[in-house]
């Protein structure tokens, strides 16, 4: 059964940087195409990014293009996401996921795509 533990999430001010990590057990990531999601309160889980098999590919959500970098490196069984600029709309729960077979990276997956979740962890941005 594959888990995911994401970390790195805290409390930033608005114009800040946070890495947050996913490390992945009980199979290889270099099966999956994997992606990140959040939900803040209120709101349903959203796309965020999500990056191909071998890293060669990467979709983002718009809200956060140009500003968050998802990538992997598979040796580890480690997926991060990169964020910049961050925003007070960026606060949320992140959560990282690991997607269904054949779900591209071409477009933004749904949380019907994802085959496995993280626990979550807690970014929140101040103004």
């Known amino acids: 059964q594959v888990q995911l533990v994401e970390s790195g999430g805290g409390l930033v001010q608005a114009g800040g940087s946070l890495s947050l990590s996913c490390a992945v057990s009980?199979?290889?990531?270099?099966?999956?195409?994997m992606g990140w999601f959040r939900q803040a309160p209120g709101k349903r889980r959203e796309f965020v990014a999500s990056i191909s098999l071998g890293g060669g590919s990467t979709y983002y959500d718009d809200s956060v293009k140009g500003r968050f970098t998802i990538s992997r490196v598979n040796a580890r069984n480690t997926v991060y996401l990169q964020m910049s600029s961050l925003k007070p709309e960026d606060t949320a729960v992140y959560y990282c996921a690991a997607l269904r077979g054949g779900v591209p990276t071409s477009l933004p997956a749904r949380a019907s795509d994802v085959r496995s979740w993280g626990q979550g962890t807690q970014v929140t941005v101040s103004s």
């Open positions: 009980g199979r290889s990531i270099s099966t999956y195409n």
